[in-house]
């Protein structure tokens, strides 16, 4: 059974900096695409980012570019994902999913995902 665990949230201040991690087991990681989506309170479901199965092939949403990067160990079955220039409102809960597809899709939508993480909570605060 695939598993998903999330780590590396916590509480910043305004302009900081964290590294979300995102390690996989009991499966073979490299049939899956990875995605981060994260969830505000109050708020709906966003898609962050995501990595296809092969780590050169990415996509960031709109809104982060620029302050968020994601990228994939092959070697440690574990994506990363880096969060520069914190603002109060990246504050959420962050999830990685991993959903089967094909080696260069980048799925963008929370149905394409097989597996979810607990999730890591960010909180952007002075």
């Known amino acids: 059974q695939v598993q998903l665990v999330e780590s590396g949230g916590g509480l910043v201040q305004p302009g900081g900096s964290l590294r979300l991690t995102c390690a996989f087991s009991?499966?073979?990681?490299?049939?899956?695409?990875i995605g981060w989506f994260r969830q505000a309170p109050g708020k709906e479901r966003e898609f962050v980012g995501a990595?296809?199965?092969?780590?050169?092939?990415?996509l960031i949403e709109d809104s982060v570019k620029g302050r968020f990067t994601i990228s994939r160990d092959n070697d440690k079955n574990t994506v990363y994902l880096q969060l520069n220039t914190l603002k109060p409102e990246d504050t959420a809960l962050y999830h990685c999913?991993?959903?089967?597809?094909?080696?260069?899709?980048?799925?963008?939508?929370?149905?394409?995902?097989?597996?979810w993480g607990q999730g890591t909570q960010v909180t952007v605060s002075s």
């Open positions: 009991g499966g073979n990681f490299f049939n899956y695409a």
């Open positions: 999913g991993a959903g089967r597809t094909g080696p260069w899709n980048i799925p963008r939508y929370g149905h394409a995902y097989d597996y």
């Open positions: 990595v296809a199965r092969r780590p050169d092939t990415s």
